[in-house]
Structures are given as C-alpha cells and as structure tokens.
C-alpha cells in the first residue's frame, strides 16, 4: 500500500496529483498526503478549482499529521490566497482546531465567529458551535462554552456532535457544583441509544447523585457500570464510590467490607484507607480513624485529596481532644491545592489559634485566608473575627482597616449596625472623633432599634462633652438610658447624664438626678461616686455645710470599695471635702482633710496643692512654725511629679511664712531662691514689691527705693515694674532726693502704659522739680519729652509746663511762650486748666493784677479739681499783693467750703490766712484761724510749719 502510494519521478498530471492525494487522506496516510498535496500547491498549470483543493487538503493534511503550526500557517496562506473560496468557512474552523491545538483558545474564538457565518444547513456551523464550546472551556470560560453547547442543541446538528455537546454540557454543571442539572444532562445520554459517551456518562451520573445525596441511586447507577463496563477508566472510582454509597446509606459494615475487598486488591490503596477513616471518624471512633488517616498520607500523592486527608486528620485530633497536633495538620492541609479543603482547613486552623488565646498567631492566620481566599463564603465571618483579634492585641489601625472592609464591603449583613460601632470605636480610640462621631449618629440614624444603638447613643454623648457640647451631649445620653437593654449602659448612660447637668453648671438638676440615680441601687455604677458628685453640686450652690457632710460621706464609700474605685474618686472626694471645711472656716479639719490627700495617693496630680492648701490652713491660724515644714513638702512635690504653679506658690508662701515667723534673712533667702527658679514668674516680684511696700509704709524710704527698683530691674515683664518704678521714684523724693527721683520719674512716664499711673508720675515730678527748684533741669527734661516717641501727649504737656512754671520767676515773658506753644496743641484737661493758671502766674508776675486776677477767679469758680483750689491760691496771693489782706483772709478761709475734697490745699489756705492775719498785726484772728486749722486738718504738715 505504502509503494502504491509513492509519488512517481517522472512530472504527473495535477490531477493526477489530486488522485494520490486524496486515496493517502482516505487511508489516514497523512504525512504522504502532505508530501502529495505539497507538490500539488506547486502546479501553478491547473484550473483554481484543483489549485483550491491542493491548498485546503495540504492544510488539513497537516492538522491530521500533527503539524498544528505548519497547518495553521498553510490555512493562513489559502485564506489569503483565496478570500472568496467555496471554503472559507472551513477554513477558519480549522484555523481555530489548529490555534486550539496550538494553546491559544482565544485566537481559536476569533476564526469560529468567522465560521459560524456559514450558510444554514453547513455541517461546519454545527462543529463550530462545538469548538466554540470547547475552546470557552480552554479559556477557562465555562459560561461561554455552555452558552455555546446549548445553542448547537437547539438547532439542527448532526447526532454525533449533539452527543458530545451533551457530555460537555454536563461537564461544566458538574464542576460547577451544579449537580442536579448535570444528572439530568447525564441522564439524557444514558437515554439516548447508540451515544459514545454512555459508560462514561454513567459515572459521572453516579458523582452527582451522591452530591445530590442520593447514595441508593449512586449505587444502582455503579453497579450498572461495573457489570456493563468492565473497560471502564473509572473501575476503580466506581468501586471505591460504591463503598461510599453503602455508608452514606449507613451500611457501615458492608461499606467497610467492600473497601477490605478493593484494599486486598492494591488498588488506589490511599483513597480506599482515607475512605475507611472518614466510615470511622463518622462513628466517632478517633484513635482508629487518625490512624487510619496518617495511613492513607503514606500513600495519597500530593493533590486534593491528600489535602482531604490532612483535614480530616486534623477534625479527628481535633475531636480527640489533640488542638495542637490538628493544628498541624489543618496547616498541612491549608498548604494543599486551592479550593474548599484548603479553605476549610485555613479557617480550622485559625479558629484554633483564636481558641487557645494565642491572639496574634490567630490573628496572623486570618489575615492569610483572607488573602488567599478572597471569594471566601466566611470571608464576613473571618473579617469580624480578625479585627476583633487585632483590637486585642493592641493593634487599632489595622482593626479599623478590616472594620472598614466590613463597612464598606457587606453593607446588607444582618451585623452591619454592629460594624458600624466597632468601626467608630475604633476610630474613637485613635482619636479621630470626627469620623467616629459620624459613624455613631448614622448608626443611630438608619438603625435605631439595633442593639448597638444605646451604646452608639452613649459614645456620641461622650465626643460631644470633650467639644464642651453638653446640652447635645444630654440628649444623647437620656436616648441611651431610654432605649439600652442592659443595665450597664442604662446606669452608665444615667451617670454621664447626670455628669453632663453638673458641667453645664445646672447643679441643681444634676443634684437630683444623682440622687434619682442613688435611688435604683445601680450595681454597675459606685455608689461613692454618685454621693461625690452631690457633695461638689452641694459645693457648687454655696451649700457648704450639707457638702461637707456628704463628701466625707463619699469618702467612706470610696474607700470601703478599694484601689480601684478610689484611684481617681477617692483624692477627688477629700480634695473638695477639704475646700468645704475651708470655706467653712474649719482650718484644722480642711488642712487634716488635704493632708490626708497627700499622704494617700502620692501620684495624685493635686497632691502638691494640697500640700499647699494644707500650709496655708496652719498660716490662717498663726502657727507660722507648723507651716513650714508642710509647705517644704508642697515644694518637694511640686519638684517631683511636677507643679510648676504650685511649687512657685508653695516658695512664695514659704517665704512669708519665715518673715511673719520672725526669720527674716532666711525669708530673703527664699524669696532670693524664688526668683532664681522663677524669673518671669508672677510671684517673685510680687514678694520684693510687698517687702519694698512695708519698707515705705515704715518710712525706711532708702530701703524701699532699692526693693521697687529691684522688682523694675530683675522683672522688666512684670505688671508690677512699672508700678514699682514710680514707687522708686517717690520713695527718693519722699527720702530728701528729689533730683535722683527725678529721672525715676522720667524713666516712669516713657514706659508706663497705665494712664493713671501717668497722671501720679506728672504729680510726683512736679513735687520734685519744684523742690530742686531748678529752671535749667527742668528744661532739659522738657527738651527730652520733645524728642522722645510714643510718650503721651499729656505728659509732654505736662512737663513743658512744669519748666515753664520755674521760668515764671526769671522771664515771665519767656514762661508765657513756652505756655502759649503748650496751648496751640490744644491739651487735654486738667492740662488746659493747668496752662490757663500759668498764664494768670506770669501775668501776676508782671504785676497786671487786674489779668492775672481775671484769670484766677474763672479757674476757680469754674473747677473742682486741684488746677480750681491752685487758682483760688493764686487769687489770695493776688489780693495780698495788691494790699487787699482782709479779702485775702476770707478767700483763703474759704478754701474748704469750695474744695472740701482738697484736704492739703485747705490746710495751706489756712496757714496762708494765718501769715496774712499776722503780718496785719491781728494775732487774735490768726490764733482762731490756727486752731481751726488744728481742728480740720489733724497731723497735716501744714500745723507744724514755722511762720516767718
């Protein structure tokens, strides 16, 4: 046949060619059909018609032999050498057979669209239809290939491809776990006579029965197939499913029995020893069934069901009461073939991890099934459990991550209230209120019956008191206590209710609803510290005295319910029942009180102020001595957790306590130690302004100078420096120096922002310029006010009037220009009054009496201030000058009725009327006039002056 087949020498006809070519096909001779139809395809002598042939023969010739590329390329060159052949349908369904069987399915997809464009009634549409199929399950699309598969059944196809559509068709319902259908797919095959695919039909029809838990129909449909078909490829798996369908028709024994039978036989000896470990376990018998299963490992190959073996082995150690060593084997398992097993055994594993309280093992464990099996139906489940796991372990941000996941992932779970809660919990303990708030009150919004409302209720009462929120944050803490279902969060929810009311400040309500709340007996709330916060509500209101009683009260509670409870109450309860007994005047009580606080809770944070408070109680009551060693324990622990205000407090205290103690150097020490540890502190210039204060009330004037200029050197911040600056500079006038005062003064006036102060500099350095009594000083003074910035308009004024009053003696004309110039910038009062009097001055200074005199009476009738009783002054020197005496008595007697505010004017007034009574030479008037000045004016420097 081969010799009869061989290409001849000699040039043959392309005929001929075709000839030969066509009996090789025919007898499945195809590499010498290819060698023929390649010769063919060379004849370029013949009609298109056998050139067509030669090419689509030599393409398929190829396929037939194997050669999938060589086919492939030689169909790519027909279809381009004749794109309007009789055949291209054909051809791009061989096309798409040789690019199946070249690996690239969706290459195949492509030509078999080509293909189903074929006229109806081609037999290649049909076969199209079944390649479309098959290469949909190459590309790993089953829908698609079973989309395919039914469309050839519901037309007209030839009987065989029908058949093999079924096969498939079933095929793909079966893997897809779609058994029911599969059966009847199956099932139709069995029907139909003269099918290729019934023996193998029948098994898989036995498969989906037993998934459908059908076992008795399972065995009948074995059976059937081991009797007819002892060819079968799947002998061995039907007689193994046999077994399984007598126990899952719980004939255990003969289940058993037939398994010893295919065991005694050696074959598939793994699946035949894990089968009798899964009839054992199901009876509950362990030790054997884990042997049984170690058994088959020896022998199953790496695969699914080793995989199986694994877990079982795990479910069976696992129920003998072995987690460790079924840990290791579901771990084994998890490491086999992706699919359920592995699943199933991930998750066993996990839950075990999560079971022996090994968190972050657990949690570890999680997290890889969720990364493997993202699909998973336990993904929900595995989710919650592993954020609570990270929750445990300390590990918020990546529990809020996975509360997210649950958010964001399975908004229809019946639990998705609750993750909602768990997600703002976790939020909240970040410290992300904003977001945890939002999650709270959409919760409440959408869930409001959801068990996870309460307590939602109560968090976002709770974020609106840290904003200072309480009115908000008490409604949300009533809805709380209204709608929670345990007692915890209704006692919980009453308590911050009540918390909220005494905030806001609305003790009164917050007193009875303490007292609502001591009235149920709560069992989750301390009874101690409801009674606290009536004592500080009590507190609060004024009541001292019901306070006092029920913090102490709260104290005996507190400590009866141990360390715990009184952590944070118990030194709350005394430190306020201490500020009771206080207020209350019981300085023995609140310093024992405070001193209780002290020496009980030494990590308190007010544990240095009650040292202090305690200090202070024994300096209420006198006993300086007992003072300070108390107070050197506020300083220890204002030192040691620290207080900075407190520890300063306690030095400055210390510090006074030693001076009223009589130990006045190491009083200074103190305070000298105070400014060290305090520069810009409050207290130390306080302390050397008091001292430089009792110094000038002593009248020790050099003493005091050098504390008020100590405080304005060392404290340059403090509010006191600018005071103590012109206490400096009254007590050098009032100490004889009234030209040292005088730039003390000056220093005042350009750095004191107080505009009173201002006006005490002015009068401070009027005194003292008029004491040195010098025109050139107090020029240079005025000079310098002119050319300094930011000094007050008033205080330039003030001291160009002051050089012009000391002019006045010399150069009257000279004064009245400097006041004129004063005047042009328009000054306030008392300044303009004060340059209207000047004005009368010079002009008394040039003798025009009836100016001056003019002058003089409409100040004084005018005014009520010092520039009216000056001017009043003036007017009786005036008169006197003129030689008007006895009017000028009476003007100057008159100084009290018309400035009775003007005590040292009114007691000049009276020593100038004294000197004029004498100089007229009435000693009796004057004596009377004396006495009354000793009568209205007691201990005035005006009695004892000398008249001349």
């Known amino acids: ?11 043959q006809s392309l005929e001929t060619l075709l000839s030969q070519g066509r009996a090789a096909f025919r007898a499945g001779q195809y590499p010498a059909a290819v060698s023929i139809y390649r010769q063919a395809t060379t004849r370029a002598d013949g ?54 069987k070249r690996g690239r399915p969706q290459d195949a997809l492509t030509f078999l669209r080509e293909a189903a464009d074929a006229p109806a009634g081609d037999p290649y549409r049909a076969a199209a239809l079944l390649l479309e199929g098959i290469a949909g399950e190459a590309a790993g699309d089953g829908g698609a290939a079973a989309t395919a598969y039914r ?130 376990l199901s009876r509950r018998e362990y030790a054997p069934a884990t042997r049984g299963y170690q058994s088959a490992l020896e022998s199953l190959p790496e695969g699914t069901e080793r995989s199986r073996a694994w877990y079982s082995l795990g479910i069976s150690q696992l129920a003998s009461g072995d987690p460790d060593s079924a840990r290791q084997s579901f771990g084994k398992a998890a490491e086999g073939p992706p699919g359920d097993v592995a699943e199933h055994a991930a998750w066993q594993g996990a839950l075990l991890f999560a079971r022996a309280g090994r968190v972050r093992e657990a949690a570890r464990a999680f ?32 529990a809020l991550a996975r509360w997210n996941a649950l958010v964001d992932g399975f908004g229809g779970s019946a639990a998705f209230a609750q993750y909602l809660f768990r997600r703002g919990a976790a939020l909240l303990a970040l410290g992300r209120t904003a977001p945890a708030l939002d999650d709270f009150q959409t919760l409440l919004m959408t869930y409001p019956g959801s068990p996870w409302a309460a307590e939602a209720s109560y968090r976002a009462g709770y974020l609106y008191t840290r904003r200072g929120e309480y009115p908000r944050a008490l409604t949300f803490f009533r809805d709380a206590a209204r709608t929670a279902l345990q007692g915890d969060t209704v006692e919980r929810s009453l308590l911050a209710a009540a918390i909220c009311l005494f905030d806001m400040g609305s003790f ?83 310093r024992d009180a405070f001193l209780t606080l002290a020496s009980t809770w030494r990590n308190d944070p007010r544990r240095p102020e009650a040292l202090l408070r305690a200090g202070l109680c024994e300096t209420a009551r006198g006993d300086n001595a007992s003072a300070l060693p108390i107070l050197d324990r506020a300083i220890a622990a204002g030192r040691e957790l620290p207080d900075a205000a407190v520890l300063e407090q306690a030095m400055y205290e210390k510090g006074w306590a030693l001076s009223r103690a009589g130990r006045a150097a190491e ?106 009594d010098d025109a050139v000083t107090a020029k240079s003074y005025a000079d310098r006010a002119g ?16 050089y012009a009053m000391l002019l006045i003696a010399s150069s009257a004309e000279d004064a009245r220009a400097v006041i004129r110039a004063v005047q042009e910038q328009v000054p306030p009062e008392p300044i303009a009054g004060e340059a209207s009097l000047l004005i009368g001055m010079c002009d008394a200074a040039s003798a025009d009496w009836s100016h001056a005199i003019a002058i003089f009476q409409s100040l004084e009738r005018s005014r009520a201030d010092g520039v009216g009783a000056r001017a009043l002054l003036q007017h009786a020197a005036a008169l006197v000058a003129t030689g008007l005496t006895a009017e000028a008595i009476d003007l100057y007697l008159a100084m009290p009725a018309r400035f009775p505010d003007m005590k040292d004017f009114g007691a000049e007034a009276f020593f100038r009327a004294i000197q004029v009574a004498r100089a007229r030479g009435d000693p009796r008037r004057a004596a009377v006039i ?19």
Not at 4 to 11: E, H, I, M, S, Y
């Open 1 to 11: 046949m081969l010799l009869a087949l061989a290409v001849p020498c000699f040039p």
């Open 47 to 100: 009609p298109r018609k056998q050139a067509e042939e030669a090419g689509y023969m030599l393409g398929l010739s190829l396929l037939r032999a194997g050669e999938w590329d060589d086919s492939f390329d030689s169909f790519a060159a027909f279809a381009s050498r004749f794109p309007d052949s009789r055949w291209k349908h054909r051809v791009s369904y061989w096309m798409a057979a040789a690019s199946l």
């Open 151 to 280: 469309a050839l059944l519901d037309g007209q196809a030839p009987k065989r491809l029908r058949a093999e559509a079924i096969y498939r068709l079933a095929g793909i319902e079966y893997h897809a776990g779609r058994f029911e259908s599969a059966r009847d797919l199956y099932g139709r095959i069995i029907l139909e006579s003269g099918s290729p695919f019934v023996r193998e039909a029948l098994f898989f029809l036995a498969e989906s029965e037993m998934a459908l838990a059908n076992p008795g129909e399972a065995e009948r449909r074995l059976r059937t197939l081991l009797s007819v078909y002892p060819d079968s490829p799947y002998r061995d798996r039907a007689a193994l499913l046999l077994a399984e369908a007598a126990w899952r028709q719980g004939d255990d024994a003969r289940a058993l029995a037939l398994l010893d039978a295919k065991l005694s036989a050696g074959r598939s000896q793994g699946s035949v020893l894990l089968l009798q470990a899964d009839i054992r």
């Open 367 to 398: 997290g890889e099934l969720l990364a493997r099996f993202p699909g998973s139906s336990r993904g929900e489940q595995a989710t919650r459990i592993l954020a609570e796991l990270l929750e445990e372990s300390g590990d918020m941000p990546a």
């Open 508 to 590: 009164d309500a917050a007193i009875s609803a303490f007292q609502d709340l001591r009235g149920r007996a709560p069992r989750n709330v301390s009874e101690g510290r409801v009674v606290l916060y009536i004592g500080k509500a009590l507190y609060r209101t004024g009541r001292l005295e019901p306070a006092a009683r029920t913090l102490r009260e709260a104290t005996g509670f507190l400590a009866a319910r141990g360390s715990d409870e009184t952590a944070d109450a118990g030194p709350d309860a005394w430190y306020w029942l201490a500020w009771s007994l206080f207020r209350l005047g019981r300085v023995v009580d609140s």
């Open 667 to 772: 009083s200074a020490e103190a305070f000298d130690l105070l400014e060290r540890e305090f520069p810009g502190g409050r207290l130390a210039p306080e302390a050397f302004f008091r001292l430089a204060e009792d110094a000038f009330q002593a009248g020790r004037f050099g003493d005091a100078r050098g504390g008020f200029e100590r405080v304005a050197r060392h404290f340059p911040g403090s509010p006191l420096a600018p005071r103590a600056l012109y206490w400096s500079a009254e007590a050098a006038r009032r100490g004889g120096d009234p030209r040292g005062s005088l730039d003390l003064f000056w220093a005042c006036l350009q750095g004191s922002p107080e505009p009173g102060l201002v006006l005490l500099a002015l009068d401070g350095y009027r005194d003292a310029i008029l004491a040195v």
């Open 787 to 802: 050319e300094a910035r930011g000094l007050p308009a008033e205080a330039l004024a003030a001291l160009q009037l002051d």
């Open 930 to 948: 004396e006495q009354e000045l000793r009568a209205h004016y007691p201990g005035s420097p005006w009695i004892d002056r000398q008249y001349p």
